[in-house]
């Protein structure tokens, strides 16, 4: 992975290019690369909290120490204004997980989260939030709530910054929370894994 790459959007090979081809022809550019990378497609057997959606934005830890920087503050505008863009379009497209019959773990009939897109920000070396999108938003909050998303990422990434020793853990396992949107406080909420799995799992 290039130091220099802030944004990867991962996305099957034979996903329709109107869903993210703009995002590389609008934002990459020498000071901030843009790339696509393709995966298989495959049925998912079983349910793991690290499994990925359908389409995956990976925003890197260059992409925070590049866009929040005074002198580039027209690109991050951007920048935003692109991925809300990708994360409506592709949030619209619904698709289902098949586990196994004989999975111990199912997500729960109350799942309310996009199975086709979702973000996984490095926030910091140890550090990963992914971002799921709740289903039931109406198309006419969703500009207000990814402006909400981008605003708690800066801060996490900034509170990262000035308390670097209490994000530090042994080896290099990196500690995943994960970024949910309250459709009825109309505010985010952090969750750890334990957390998702008790919300959503059920066993069988």
């Known amino acids: ?4 790459e802030a944004i990867l959007i991962a996305v099957p090979e034979n996903y329709p290019k109107e869903l993210y081809g703009f995002i590389e022809e609008e934002l990459n550019s020498s ?8 995966k298989n497609n495959g049925v998912m057997a079983g349910i793991e909290w690290t499994l990925s959606t359908i389409v995956v934005v990976y925003i890197l830890n260059s992409f925070f120490d590049t866009l929040l920087k005074e002198a580039y503050k027209d690109l991050y505008k ?3 204004s692109q991925l809300k863009k990708f994360i409506s379009k592709n949030r619209e497209i619904k698709h289902k997980y098949i586990t196994a019959t004989k999975s111990e773990k199912k997500l729960s009939n109350n799942y309310d989260q996009s199975l086709t897109v979702s973000i996984e920000a490095i926030v910091h070396k140890n550090l990963k939030i992914k971002v799921l999108f709740n289903e039931s938003v109406p198309e006419s909050e ?3 709530m990814l402006e909400g998303m981008f605003e708690v990422l800066k801060y996490i990434y900034l509170e990262c910054q000035k308390n670097e020793s209490d994000v530090s853990l042994e080896g290099n396992d990196k500690q995943e ?3 949910l949107a309250n459709p009825e406080s109309k505010l985010w909420e952090i969750l750890t894994k334990q957390q998702m799995g008790e919300r959503y799992n059920m066993k069988k």
Request: aromatic share 14%; charged share 25%.
């Open 142 to 144: 969703m500009d207000a």
């Open 177 to 179: 929370l994960f970024l």
């Open 31 to 38: 000071n901030f690369k843009v790339r696509t990378i393709y």
């Open 1 to 4: 992975m290039n130091e220099q």
């Open 78 to 80: 951007v920048t935003k």
